[in-house]
């Protein structure tokens, strides 16, 4: 079954600190995976879009990581403020003639001053 | 428009009654993609158009949910009979191309069905 795991579950970190957030998948066929933040009350803005050849990819102070082999991404930010408090959901694409995503239940996060 | 627009922003129906959500995407965009996000868990994938063509419908639950993209009018996704459990924000998303592999989803703000 197409799957795809975040951990954790939600997270709070101090203004200023940096943190990892973890995603694993299951999806098959592969075609590429995606980090969305979702603010409370909108819709998923898109981070960053890796293809299987893609080892890391950054977006301002988000940097994502890929490794196609164990099937793991992560996402880390660094000197977080307070405006990265949301939810960050990893989405797996299978690529294929659907184009649909697979979405991760995502990582809460809250930047506490 | 450069944003995926969706109206209404909240509706609230009696169950048994019919709920009809719109979206208009980003001028320019070929796909729509309509996604039922529950309780603030992940999304479900519904249907998803190519223009007008439904390009994708393997996650409609097609007994009570039918969904149009009609030339010059915004696309919407209608809900007959709904259920408690059809509780939940649904969010349309744009993309200029979908077989391409890396084309951003572009997604509204959302409409929040409530049934009571």
């Known amino acids: 079954k197409n799957q795809v795991e975040q951990s954790p579950q939600s997270l709070i970190i101090l203004e200023g600190k940096n943190c990892t957030l973890q995603c694993n998948y299951t999806v098959s066929p592969f075609s590429n995976l995606r980090w969305y933040k979702q603010d409370t009350g909108r819709g998923p803005v898109s981070l960053t879009i890796m293809t299987f050849s893609e080892n890391t990819k950054s977006n301002g102070r988000y940097t994502a990581t890929l490794d196609a082999d164990t099937k793991q991404s992560s996402l880390h930010i660094t000197a977080s403020q307070l405006s990265d408090s949301a939810s960050y959901i990893c989405v797996v694409s299978g690529g294929g003639s659907q184009g649909n995503l697979i979405f991760g239940k995502g990582t809460k996060l809250s930047v506490k001053p | 428009g450069e944003e995926v627009a969706q109206t209404p922003k909240h509706l609230v129906r009696g169950e048994g009654q019919k709920a009809k959500l719109y979206c208009a995407p980003i001028?320019?965009?070929?796909?729509v993609f309509w996604y039922q996000q529950v309780l603030k868990n992940e999304f479900k994938f519904l249907i998803s158009?190519?223009?007008?063509?439904?390009?994708?419908e393997t996650g409609m639950p097609k007994e009570r949910f039918s969904a149009k993209c009609l030339p010059n009018s915004p696309c919407s996704l209608e809900i007959q009979a709904t259920k408690l459990e059809d509780s939940a924000v649904y969010f349309c998303?744009?993309?200029?191309?979908?077989?391409?592999?890396?084309?951003?989803?572009?997604f509204g703000p959302g409409t929040r069905l409530t049934v009571l």
């Open positions: 158009f190519q223009n007008e063509n439904v390009f994708d």
């Open positions: 001028k320019g965009h070929s796909y």
């Open positions: 998303a744009s993309s200029q191309r979908v077989y391409s592999g890396t084309d951003t989803q572009y």
